[in-house]
């Protein structure tokens, strides 16, 4: 079953919680350029029925700052999800506690999986040296009256002891 709805019908959470559909598993999110929107589509399961339902959800208000709300406090693994729809296709997900990217380098330029991406940035160059990471992050949240800020918020405290022990090949 294919659902297109609005942002709220994501946020619904009858989808989780009434018995009747129960999709309590979120098998991915994928995201999308539609040249005129960008958008998401989640993919859901119900272990309990063993069916799937893909819900379509376009992000507003334009191609510039793309926004959609998290589903994280749904569906705990939407929160790696959302990092990586960002670190390709640049959608913000509001209330998201970490929006760094995930796979490419912090200082990485536009987002390569939208289709006006400009692939000869010389910008973009992969090093072979130690990616530089960061302690901090962003987080969206919405204002009370509406608004969309952007906060930097702490990932390590000053006295946590931070140790990389990857990538083991």
Same mark, same amino acid.
């Given at each position: 079953?294919?659902? *297109?709805?609005s942002?709220m019908?994501?946020? #619904?959470s009858?989808l989780? %919680?009434?018995? !009747?559909?129960?999709? %309590?598993?979120?098998v991915?999110?994928?995201?999308? #350029?539609?040249?005129d929107?960008?958008g998401?589509?989640?993919?859901? +399961?119900?272990t309990?029925?063993?069916?799937?339902?893909? *819900?379509?959800v =376009?992000?507003g208000?334009d191609r #510039?700052?793309?926004?959609l &709300?998290?589903?994280? %406090?749904?569906?705990?693994?939407?929160e790696?999800?959302?990092?990586?729809?960002y670190?390709?296709?640049?959608?913000?997900?509001?209330n @998201?506690? #970490?929006m760094?990217?995930?796979?490419?380098?912090?200082?990485? =330029?536009g987002?390569p999986?939208? =289709?006006d991406?400009? +692939?000869?940035?010389? &910008?973009? $160059?992969?090093t072979?040296? @130690? !990616?530089?990471q960061?302690?901090? $992050?962003?987080t969206?949240?919405?204002?009370?009256d509406g608004?969309?800020? =952007?906060?930097?918020?702490?990932?390590?405290?000053?006295?946590?002891? *931070? *140790?990389?022990i990857?990538?083991q090949?």
């Amino acid at each position: 079953e294919c659902l *297109v709805g609005s942002e709220m019908c994501i946020r #619904d959470s009858t989808l989780l %919680d009434d018995p !009747e559909v129960a999709m %309590d598993y979120l098998v991915t999110i994928v995201g999308m #350029d539609w040249v005129d929107s960008l958008g998401c589509v989640y993919y859901l +399961m119900s272990t309990r029925h063993n069916t799937m339902m893909s *819900v379509i959800v =376009k992000a507003g208000p334009d191609r #510039d700052t793309p926004y959609l &709300h998290s589903v994280a %406090d749904l569906w705990r693994i939407a929160e790696i999800y959302e990092r990586e729809v960002y670190d390709y296709f640049g959608i913000i997900f509001i209330n @998201n506690q #970490d929006m760094r990217r995930l796979f490419l380098n912090i200082d990485w =330029k536009g987002y390569p999986l939208r =289709k006006d991406y400009d +692939m000869n940035n010389p &910008h973009n $160059t992969v090093t072979t040296e @130690n !990616e530089r990471q960061s302690d901090s $992050t962003f987080t969206w949240v919405e204002t009370p009256d509406g608004k969309v800020e =952007k906060r930097e918020v702490a990932v390590f405290a000053p006295e946590d002891f *931070v *140790v990389n022990i990857g990538p083991q090949h």
